[in-house]
């Protein structure tokens, strides 16, 4: 599965955060390969109450870094809205600080409860964020596919 946009990554966590439409206190974290191919989905806490701190080790043990080129964390519950300063957003940045020296690079942060998601990173297609040149262009695979044919 080649991811595409930071939605993607909401979409395949929701289901281990909000089975059913119940909000579990879990972490998830979605490893992806150079070419932006799903890598790894593992869920890292059954217990987040709010703060990544606990659960750092786990995060960065959650992926290979000789595979893992990209990651996303989501977890339950959201923050305030336009509070850039809020405890998890603050963690969230330091443990993408901490993977990038290992040569891993967060893409996407998401907050997940019953009634949506919130993301402190891009949500929409890569390939529309300048911010995101670096990333493979995803929506230009199939042009470079080894067979050349889709379907």
Not at 69 to 91: M, T
Not at 124 to 149: A, C, E, N
């Amino acid at each position: 599965m080649i991811i595409q946009a930071g939605f993607d990554f909401q979409l395949i966590a929701r289901p281990f955060i909000v089975p059913d439409g119940y909000l579990l206190p879990r972490l998830v974290v979605m490893g992806l390969d150079s070419e932006m191919q799903l890598d790894t989905i593992e869920v890292v806490s059954d217990e987040f109450a709010g703060t990544l701190e606990p659960f750092r080790d786990a995060i960065l043990n959650a992926f290979d870094p000789k595979w893992t080129k990209y990651f996303a964390i989501a977890h339950a519950g959201i923050w305030c809205e336009n509070s850039y300063d809020d405890p998890i957003l603050v963690e969230a940045r330091l443990l993408a600080e901490e993977t990038e020296k290992q040569g891993v690079h967060m893409i996407g942060h998401f907050g997940i409860d019953e009634t949506g998601y919130m993301s402190a990173m891009a949500h929409s297609y890569f390939d529309q964020y300048p911010s995101h040149k670096d990333l493979p262009r995803t929506m230009t695979h199939w042009v470079h596919s080894k067979i050349g044919v889709c379907g």
